[in-house]
């Protein structure tokens, strides 16, 4: 007899404790992000090299784009985009959040 309630408050606290659960985690989706170089205020049709790279780890881009327009999907976060083409370098930083859009233009005149 001992044994069955032994065993049936066993089985009573595992199922307390099994439907005691933390709050379900903030599942953070993917932005877009459109890249574009423009040339006197068009698009520039030529290979421009684009770096995208998360502000925390300035060393190794997330993406690398050899064309004038580009659409990508990252994680959210605080990036910096760079444009290389003849020799001119731009940049821009910009906020990407969960499931949100950003626009870089970049003009490389």
Sequence with gaps: MCWRVLLASAVFVWQSLSMVQAEPAVLEEDGI?????????????TNVLWRVYRMDDMRNPVETITRHTATLNLRPGAYKAVAVLNNKERSRAFQLKSKGNAEIVLSMD
């Design 33 to 45: 992000v459109k890249l574009v170089a423009t040339l006197q205020n068009n698009p520039a049709f």
